[in-house]
Nanobody, 128 residues
Framework: QVQLVESGGGLVQAGGSLRLSCAAS??????????MGWFRQAPEKEREFVAA????????YYADSVKGRFTISQDNTKNTVDLQMNSLKAEDAAVYYC???????????????????WGKGTLVTVSS
């Protein structure tokens, strides 16, 4: 069992930055066995993929809508996965969910609708 807890959401002005963090834990959890990612869901919209990082931390994959603005990274010593969000737009407002899937690549996670593990989400609000 893997537990994922997101933090860092809040209110930010358009054009601003925010950093989300996901703390992963669980019996024998190790990043070496999981691809980690972020998804988001805006009101009345389907949940969508945002970014993912491979178990090695060497490969990242992004949705076209956030490429060049968002950066995903992981800290293996702390078991955390961060999402640095810059140049935020109104359309980035959503609940952001951390996800983990065993033995998957970052790109594969990008095509998933239901990774194996989810966090409860953190709300990002962007004011214009």
């Amino acid at each position: 069992q893997v537990q994922l807890v997101e933090s860092g959401g809040g209110l930010v002005q358009a054009g601003g930055s925010l950093r989300l963090s996901c703390a992963a834990s669980g019996r024998s959890f190790s990043f070496s066995s999981y691809a980690m990612g972020w998804f988001r869901q805006a009101p009345e919209k389907e949940r969508e993929f945002v970014a993912a990082i491979s178990w090695s931390g060497l490969n990242a994959y992004y949705a076209d809508s956030v490429k060049g603005r968002f950066t995903i990274s992981q800290d293996n010593t702390k078991n955390t996965v961060d999402l640095q969000m810059n140049s935020l737009k109104a359309e980035d407002a959503a609940v952001y969910y951390c996800a983990a899937h065993p033995f998957a690549s970052a790109q594969t996670m990008g095509s998933m609708s239901r990774p194996y593990y989810w966090g409860k989400g953190t709300l990002v609000t962007v004011s214009s």
